[in-house]
């Protein structure tokens, strides 16, 4: 029984006791009884009737409804039009998942050596990377009933409702004439590690109850649990014991050749220019689900109808990629002009450093001075997603384009400001892990836990740190005085059009590829 019921049958029995006990509210005399009001006494006694009556029917209407199936949907066979090809990428997924659909369609698929197919699976993955769309292609290779429900429909309202909903599920997938799927979203939210709500584990301990009653060679046709979650940590290890959920599939965020597939996908019905390069766009937004894909179009395509476009242009499609990761242009920050200039050469010097560089990896995107949510300007370059290793190099390269700014800033103006916080937080964290994690430094080949060192290691690794960075401040700086030239026509430029993208960069700079030597 939820809280807020039982505080309301607490006070209407209460108040029931209080109206047909009058010598309980007045203890003085007999005559101050007398001059009660019996009018207000039958009131009272109307009111905690009507809460008693409410609560009753509540608790009615929610055990009715416990035991019937308008609280998920079921699709027959045929219902489910997605299968496999619907789903762009997740190739290992789909791999793994293919063995169940064998398993629905022929049951002696694996008992013919004496194997176990798994009672239940957990997709897990980011939000958005298509973990429902796989469990209902599932269904759909299959062709049998899907049964999908959220976790949320567990939790407690009455003691004891959100194990009946368990049981009335399973009880509806067992009735079934064929092989069925039961999906369950969320299933964190009914299967997290368990708390001391006695409630709680009453539902927890009937989906497992249900679960090992699956697992029997008794019943009559194959019946598969898919949880899917975003939360995999917090999964109660009894759910994920051999023979309950005891398979778990990662549904992985697409890949480059994926996330061209996909934007293949949801164009289908937009109006495109035939500027549009699905392969420059798919470089762009790596670390993109598929849900973030069909935002990141949408946004494109409103960004060309608010300008009466005909078609939606590749200029749309970097707009929405900066109003996506960078953030929204804010127009109510007002810069003054020398500000604005210290932001363009600020900007210029993060841009120069990592064309420069031959040891920066990453491919250059674009540069702003255009105030956003974020930040007065922001440099970006594509996520290197196929890169898993960092040597010495280049992360001395990354500290010295996240130093550029500030080294800009003095070189051109003489000065220094307090926009390079940021820069100087990343290009410090570089250096940390350099000596406490990579063994990139003069302190030794080893890991440092700073929760087990010394005193005087902490001094050693702090100077180590400050080494680090004034040597790439100065190597930086040096960089920054030999293309003195480069740097003032690209923060010209910038001050001009406030936005550069790769192209323009490289034709103003005369560089011809996309990585130049330093001078």
């Not at 509210?25 to 009272?44: A, E, P």
């Not at 670390?287 to 990141?296: E, I, K, N, T």
Request: aromatic fraction near 8%.
């Amino acid at each position: 029984m939820g809280l807020f019921m039982k505080k309301n049958l607490f006070l209407s029995v209460l108040i029931l006791f209080y109206a047909s006990n009058p010598a309980t509210i007045h203890t003085k005399s007999n005559n101050d009884l007398d001059s009660m009001d019996k009018g207000l006494l039958i009131t009272y006694m109307v009111v905690a009737a009507a809460f008693m009556g409410l609560g009753v029917y509540s608790m009615y209407q929610e055990r009715k409804n416990a035991q019937s199936n308008t609280l998920w949907s079921t699709f027959q066979p045929g219902q489910i039009s997605e299968n496999f090809n619907s789903v762009a990428g997740a190739h290992e997924a789909k791999q793994a998942l293919d063995e169940i659909v064998q398993f629905l369609k022929n049951p002696e698929y694996a008992s013919r050596l004496g194997a176990k197919m798994p009672t239940g699976i957990i997709l897990t993955g980011n939000p958005g990377t298509g973990k429902t769309l796989l469990a209902r292609a599932v269904a759909g290779e299959a062709n049998c009933t899907f049964i999908s429900v959220s976790g949320s429909i567990f939790e407690e309202v009455y003691t004891g409702l959100g194990a009946a909903r368990v049981r009335a599920l399973f009880t509806q997938a067992e009735q079934l004439a064929g092989p069925c799927i039961i999906f369950i979203d969320e299933i964190d939210a009914v299967g997290s590690k368990r708390s001391h709500s006695h409630s709680l584990h009453q539902t927890l301990n009937q989906l497992l109850t249900c679960m090992d009653g699956f697992s029997s060679k008794t019943r009559k046709h194959p019946i598969i649990i898919i949880g899917a979650t975003n939360h995999e940590s917090i999964l109660d290890s009894a759910l994920l014991r051999p023979g309950r959920f005891d398979r778990t599939i990662n549904v992985a965020l697409p890949g480059l050749s994926d996330r061209i597939e996909l934007l293949k996908i949801h164009l289908k019905n937009i109006i495109c220019a035939d500027d549009l390069n699905l392969e420059v766009i798919a470089k762009q937004t790596a670390r993109f689900s598929g849900a973030d894909l069909a935002q990141l179009i949408n946004q494109a395509t409103l960004i060309a109808t608010k300008n009466h476009q005909d078609a939606v242009t590749m200029k749309n499609f970097e707009d929405a990629i900066n109003i996506i990761t960078l953030g929204i242009p804010d127009s109510s920050i007002k810069m003054s002009d020398q500000e604005k200039r210290i932001t363009a050469y600020h900007e210029a010097g993060h841009t120069l450093l990592h064309i420069l560089q031959p040891e920066t990896t990453a491919e250059f995107y674009s540069v702003t001075i255009v105030p956003r949510t974020k930040a007065l300007g922001l440099t970006a370059w594509f996520f290197e997603e196929n890169k898993h290793t960092l040597n010495k190099k280049e992360a001395l390269a990354k500290i010295s384009v996240l130093l550029a700014g500030r080294a800009a800033e003095e070189f051109m103006f003489g000065e220094i400001g307090a926009g390079a916080h940021s820069d100087f937080e990343q290009a410090s964290s570089i250096a940390f892990h350099m000596i406490c994690s990579y063994g990139m430094s003069k302190l030794g080949k080893r890991i440092y836990d700073v929760n087990y060192i010394s005193d005087v290691t902490r001094q050693l690794i702090d100077q180590e740190i400050n080494i680090i960075l004034e040597e790439q401040y100065q190597k930086t700086m040096d960089i920054l005085k030999t293309n003195q030239e480069k740097l003032t026509l690209l923060a010209e430029r910038l001050l001009e059009k406030e936005t550069l993208y790769a192209a323009e960069v490289y034709e103003i700079l005369e560089i011809s590829e996309l990585k130049a030597q330093v001078a």
